[in-house]
């Protein structure tokens, strides 16, 4: 099969097999795998999103470090191929979606069939491919830890990134005043047409000003949940924009910088700081995972949720992928598609 494999850690914007250099190699000839239980689903991927947390970890600079060589990816969806005697849950043919920690950069994937949701008729299966880290991420954040609720002002960072939209779809489905901060009009613009009640150009003015002016015309206190993928100083300045009793979401740190929140101020106006690794909940918390993704598989199927997909690549063409995402020029998700997917397609 069609796999791409990180050797070594390093840039992964270098074209694969190009040079000594490069951290990625294309192999059309890695092994397809086999089923490892009676249980076990092998899927024909479709299509798999990149996470920032991807490009991460074939740098080095991701908290999970595997052993090399591995198969980067996490999210995905595709058809199952094959089956084990005793799967229950599955046929042949049904389309699914999936994440698991390591291999979805490749044209077959096998799993538990516990871990793997249908996708239900009428929904995408390209889109679905993008929703369980982003929206999971945002919904886990949003619904089950910070408990959003109606009318509350929600404050998010980083809002066109894969995190962002959703954060801020998810926020619109909850009923919440959101407000969105990203860097350029084409991103503003995109925002603007989810709905966002108030938009920030990060790149055009200071950001508090423009809140706290948002804020005195809707004769709203402040901001009640603060959802941060960003980190560094912006985290610093919002951080003024917040009410008593407000709740902090860590979600990462895409400005390189890790925030310092100063424990006293915390303390003094009853501020709740929630760090949210998704993925740890695989494990401590699983059920609260599932649920969470029937949920946004229902509200993908409803209509309520809509995944934007910037820009669309072939397994060989990875290394633009991650370009567009390093340079920021990314709008919602980006996808690598199997099959049929032989040139860039790009919806900026």
């Known amino acids: 099969m069609e796999a791409l494999l990180c050797r070594k850690l390093g840039d992964p914007t270098l074209p694969p097999n190009s040079s000594e250099d490069s951290a990625l190699t294309l192999s059309a000839s890695h092994p397809i795998p086999e089923l490892n239980s009676p249980t076990a689903v092998r899927v024909r991927v ?10 991460l970890q074939i740098l080095g600079k991701y908290q999970e470090k595997p052993p090399l060589p591995f198969i980067p990816g996490s999210d995905y969806s595709g058809i199952v191929e094959s089956i084990g005697p005793r799967v229950s849950k599955f046929k042949i043919g049904d389309p699914v979606c999936s994440v698991i920690g390591l291999g979805s950069f490749a044209q077959f994937v096998v799993a538990d ?3 793997l949701f249908q996708v239900p008729d009428g929904c995408d299966l390209v889109a679905a491919g993008a929703l369980p880290v982003a929206y ?20 998010v960072l980083g809002a066109a990134g894969g995190v962002g939209v959703s954060a801020v779809q998810i926020g619109k489905v909850c009923g919440a005043i959101v407000i969105a901060v990203a860097r350029g009009a084409d991103k503003v613009q995109f925002l603007k047409s ?4 108030h938009v920030v150009d990060f790149s055009k003015g200071n950001v508090t000003d423009s809140v706290k002016g948002f804020l005195k015309a809707r004769r709203l206190k402040g901001v009640d949940v603060l959802y941060d993928p960003v980190g560094g100083k912006l985290t610093k300045e919002t951080m003024k924009l917040l009410n008593w009793g407000a709740k902090i979401l860590v979600i990462g740190f895409a400005s390189g910088e890790i925030p310092v929140i100063p424990a006293n101020i915390a303390l003094v106006k009853n501020w709740t700081i929630h760090g949210l ?3 740890s909940y695989k494990i401590h918390q699983p059920r609260v995972l599932e649920e969470s993704l029937n949920e946004l598989l229902s509200w993908l199927t409803r209509g309520l949720i809509t995944i934007h997909i910037s820009h669309t690549y072939n397994l060989s063409e990875a290394n633009l992928a991650f370009s567009v995402m390093k340079d920021r020029k990314v709008i919602g998700k980006v996808m690598i598609a199997f ?8 919806k900026m």
């Open 136 to 155: 999971g991420t945002s919904h886990v954040a949003l619904v089950h830890r910070a408990q959003l609720s109606k009318g509350q002002v929600l404050l």
């Open 277 to 279: 690794y998704w993925g």
């Open 46 to 55: 479709k299509a798999t999103s990149l996470n920032y947390a991807n490009y």
């Open 194 to 197: 989810l709905g966002v009640d």
């Open 113 to 115: 069939e516990t871990e």
């Open 339 to 346: 099959d049929d997917q032989k040139s860039i397609r790009s």
